[in-house]
């Protein structure tokens, strides 16, 4: 069955490369937050959204991101994939909850236990014939007050998170151009 995300009435989508956060606090007394950027790849949309898969991820998220893949084996680019990524201290748990290309949408769920729950929406747009508009927006919620200060971070790095991925998308890119010429 195919999960659906609701509207998340809360969020608040900047239209800037750099986003912005806002940010709630549940009756827990954890914070919740959204975290919107944007950002424009040049190159088709059907090459640009084979890109966001979590094994093709690797080819421009560089050394930090190193999925560790429970199913399928061997790991690939599907939806329902199930897998580990270190950060840091922690390991967090991720599924692959919406892999549609065709659509180009994507979404993740990622559980660092007893620290934060993540949700990443991935939505790309063809604007043009070689230009592919994508819109990323994170939400996080602690899991423990404790991890307010944690998770508040987490989402004042995601605001600034856009030119880094872009960046890292044309270097790719531009080596997988010049490598078919």
């Given at each position: 069955?195919?999960?659906?995300?609701?509207?998340?009435?809360f969020?608040?989508?900047?239209?800037?490369?750099?986003?912005?956060?806002?940010?709630?606090?549940?009756?827990?007394?954890?914070v919740?937050?959204?975290?919107?950027?944007?950002?424009?790849?040049q190159a088709?949309?059907?090459?640009?959204?084979?890109?966001?898969?979590?094994?093709?991820?690797k080819?421009?998220?560089?050394e930090?991101?190193?999925?560790?893949?429970?199913?399928?084996?061997?790991?690939?680019?599907?939806?329902?994939?199930?897998?580990?990524?270190?950060?840091?201290?922690h390991?967090?748990?991720?599924?692959?909850?919406?892999?549609?290309?065709?659509?180009?949408?994507m979404?993740?769920?990622?559980?660092?236990?007893?620290?934060?729950?993540?949700?990443?929406?991935?939505?790309?747009?063809?604007?043009?014939?070689?230009?592919?508009?994508?819109?990323?927006?994170?939400?996080?919620?602690?899991?423990d007050?404790?991890?307010?200060?944690?998770?508040?971070?987490?989402?004042r790095?995601?605001?600034?998170?856009?030119?880094?991925?872009q960046?890292?998308?044309?270097?790719?890119?531009?080596?997988?151009?010049?490598?078919h010429?």
């Amino acid at each position: 069955m195919r999960m659906r995300s609701a509207a998340l009435p809360f969020t608040v989508l900047f239209t800037g490369i750099l986003g912005g956060c806002h940010l709630m606090t549940a009756g827990t007394g954890c914070v919740h937050m959204s975290t919107s950027f944007h950002f424009n790849v040049q190159a088709p949309f059907a090459r640009t959204a084979l890109l966001f898969g979590p094994e093709s991820e690797k080819g421009w998220a560089g050394e930090r991101w190193q999925p560790r893949f429970f199913y399928p084996q061997p790991g690939k680019d599907t939806e329902g994939a199930v897998f580990t990524v270190r950060h840091g201290p922690h390991t967090s748990i991720w599924v692959n909850t919406v892999y549609d290309v065709s659509a180009g949408r994507m979404q993740y769920v990622a559980i660092i236990p007893g620290v934060v729950a993540t949700t990443v929406d991935v939505t790309l747009a063809g604007t043009g014939p070689d230009q592919t508009r994508v819109d990323v927006t994170y939400v996080r919620t602690a899991l423990d007050a404790a991890a307010n200060d944690d998770v508040q971070g987490m989402a004042r790095h995601d605001a600034v998170s856009g030119p880094e991925w872009q960046r890292a998308i044309d270097e790719l890119l531009s080596g997988a151009a010049s490598r078919h010429k």
